[in-house]
């Protein structure tokens, strides 16, 4: 099934992602990927399980996340996490 959520506030985030070019990730959602790759980088997050992560991943809906590589999204995403981290310390 089609991931439902609204991912409207990170669409240029997603277009700057590499395309994922028939990758394991390829129709898993990368916009859930990012989300999910935020909030653990915003933990500081060590124990990290992409595999598992990627299982439970909906598949992805139209827009710039479509066909984006979900590594790449939840590095981005991690890091942008563990930035926002500090930036509100
Ligand atoms: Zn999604």
Request: charged fraction near 30%.
């Amino acid at each position: 099934m089609a991931c439902q959520k609204d991912h409207s506030a990170i669409q240029r985030i997603m277009s700057d992602l590499p395309t994922d070019q028939g990758g394991r990730g390829r129709h898993k959602c990368a916009a859930c990927a990012y989300e999910k790759g935020f909030a653990e980088g915003r933990e500081l997050e060590e124990n990290i399980d992409l595999s598992s992560l990627f299982y439970s991943l909906e598949d992805s809906q139209a827009g710039a996340q479509r066909h984006k590589s979900p590594h790449a999204a939840y590095a981005k995403g991690y890091l942008d996490g563990v930035q926002s981290y500090y930036e509100d310390r």
